[in-house]
């Protein structure tokens, strides 16, 4: 299914939205590293992002994850920023690099540990 974007405001019409980016732009002096992307992830999606070297990959999940912060746009995870979440953890969780973790454990159990850390990880 669609969604229907308002382009004037890039704004969802349906349903609850877990991550969303709004004509986000990241720009390093005359070169941009993203340039007005928007995107949503729903409830109960895995999502990744695929292209070449230097398409704005990184850069994208180092905002939506509160890591940077973008020349321009917005990226909210459960309609705030990162830094405003009460426990990102519970919220949000990302793998930025492949080789921050045990060769031999998975994405899941990587952040099932990094959960487990936490204050909260006994409520579940």
Known sequence: MRHQVDPQRATI??????????????RHGSRYGVRGLSLIVEPGKVTGFLGPNGSGKSTTMRTIMGLGTPTSGTALINGKPHGQLRRPLREAGALLEAKAIHPSRSAHTHLWMLDAGTPESGER
């Open 13 to 26: 019409r349906k349903g609850p939205v877990v991550i969303d980016v709004r004509a986000f732009t990241e």
